[in-house]
């Protein structure tokens, strides 16, 4: 319960402060062009909290269904206005002034991203090395003839520094490219080259781990299986387990590394396991039952234990990647630039069925990654935030009616033929605009109760 409210909890604060500034985009520009704001609304529907504020008396409204927000302003369509006021009237503005005030909302998602990556670039984030494991067997990895403990310093001349960076560039250009050239430094400290061929990467699901999909793996050290912390109160401190313990075997199994051991008590959820240790030259037989524990919708076994802390080389693995204050401006404007074209470009391929719609995330997998990404800490969940955030900013900017991008598509079409287009192609294109966007949640929430139910 405590895990669900979490989640529950990180999903309603990034969808409120999302909508918050989408809102406020739209707010801020129509006050800034002379327009009277009428209310400002997180969610729809009927509201459940409101209050009045400034000289226009803008009601400031919650409202019962939270998936989204709007700015009412003063207009005709919808209702009398007084003669004193017709000019602050959204529709007696000229057109220029609508298609600013409608394109507020999604530009101030894509401010929030940059200012998201910005922070985040001047303060540095600790990210895994782009060190690369043994490759999986016949994966496109291995026939390129990568090998364990090579680090990767570029792809096609673009560096790359963090693990991370190495996924975001492989995945933009799968999209694109038949085949990648990757700069690498071997265990010898020599500087190699790795052709990657792409022609036969099923470009049709990357839902799943771009990399993982090639056959990377991430460097992992095979560790000493000498235990370094026991968590207070968990099962391996009741049966007796100490910190400096060194595991021999697990029910007879000869255990020689942490990742087995790891492995065994993963697999091992509410089963009882004899454990034996090496204490100071004593050799001890422990019995211990892994508490159950959910990971993403699986039943996994833990016993409240960690690797001694002395035995891993985090300078080895891991990087600060950190730049100065304008060079991170332009890091973050970069990043939401990449990722914006990168979104319309899967949408474009789901469109003409070149990439899967399972690929669509509805609101519970969006979720599911804030929860995520907030128990992996603040740096984790700004991310996310960021990435949302475009994704809100380019999802308004489709030239769907209902959506902004519907309402600039009507404006574009006004400065073209030199009118307002008219009622009744508003009203069919609202008609087309519900069913279009009824269809993608439809799919959304297909997506989500399938990835629930295959966990």
Not at 156 to 164: C, F, K, R, V
Not at 261 to 271: K, L, N, Q, S, Y
Not at 286 to 304: Q, Y
Not at 441 to 447: D, R, T
Request: charged share 20%.
């Amino acid at each position: 319960m405590n895990n669900f409210l979490f989640y529950l909890g990180a999903f309603a604060l990034a969808l409120g402060l999302l909508i918050v500034v989408h809102e406020a985009g739209h707010f801020l520009l129509a006050r800034w062009c002379g327009v009277k704001v009428l209310r400002f609304s997180v969610g729809f529907g009927k509201p459940i909290l409101s209050r009045r504020f400034g000289t226009d008396r803008t009601e400031l409204a919650l409202a019962a269904f939270p998936l989204g927000g709007y700015v009412k302003m003063l207009d005709e369509r919808e209702g009398e206005v007084e003669a004193s006021e017709l000019p602050r009237a959204f529709n007696r503005q000229p057109v220029w002034k609508r298609f600013l005030i409608v394109l507020a909302g999604p530009t101030a998602n894509f401010l929030l991203a940059i200012f998201m990556y910005w922070a985040l670039f001047v303060h540095g984030t600790e990210e895994p090395r782009p060190l690369l494991g043994a490759p999986v067997a016949e994966s496109l990895a291995a026939r390129a003839g990568f090998q364990e403990g090579e680090l990767v310093r570029s792809i096609d001349g673009q560096p790359i520094l963090s693990w991370q960076e190495l996924r975001w560039q492989l995945l933009q250009l799968a999209m694109t490219k038949a085949s990648v050239t990757l700069e690498v430094i071997n265990k010898r400290q020599e500087i190699d080259f790795r052709k990657l061929d792409l022609s036969s990467l099923d470009k049709t699901n990357l839902e799943d781990d771009i990399l993982q999909q090639m056959g990377f793996r991430f460097y992992r050290p095979q560790l000493p299986p000498v235990i370094g912390k026991v968590a207070a109160g968990g099962a391996a401190e009741r049966a007796g387990i100490r910190e400096g313990d060194r595991i021999l075997a697990i029910d007879d199994e000869p255990v020689t590394a942490w990742s087995q051991v790891a492995a065994i008590i993963r697999e091992a959820p509410g089963h009882h396991i004899r454990i034996e240790l090496d204490r100071h030259g004593e050799s001890l037989s422990l019995g211990v039952t892994p508490a159950e524990a959910d990971d993403r919708g699986k039943r996994v076994g833990r016993i409240g234990i960690g690797v001694r802390e002395g035995e891993i080389d985090r300078a080895a693995l891991m990087t600060t990647v950190r730049y100065g204050l304008l060079e991170s401006f332009g890091k973050a404007v970069q990043q939401t630039w990449e990722t914006s074209v990168f979104s319309l470009k899967m949408l474009g391929r789901m469109v003409l069925g070149e990439v899967s719609w399972k690929n669509l995330s509805g609101p519970v997998t969006i979720a599911d990654y804030a929860g995520q990404s907030a128990r992996l800490g603040l740096a984790y969940y700004v991310k996310f935030l960021a990435l949302i955030s475009i994704s809100l900013g380019v999802l308004n900017l489709l030239p769907i009616p209902l959506l902004d991008g519907g309402h600039l598509m009507y404006y574009i079409v006004e400065i073209i033929k030199g009118g307002p287009v008219s009622e009744r192609v508003m009203e069919i294109g609202q008609q087309i605009g519900l069913a279009l966007l009824a269809m993608l949640m439809a799919f959304a929430f297909y997506n989500d109760i399938n990835r629930l139910v295959s966990g």
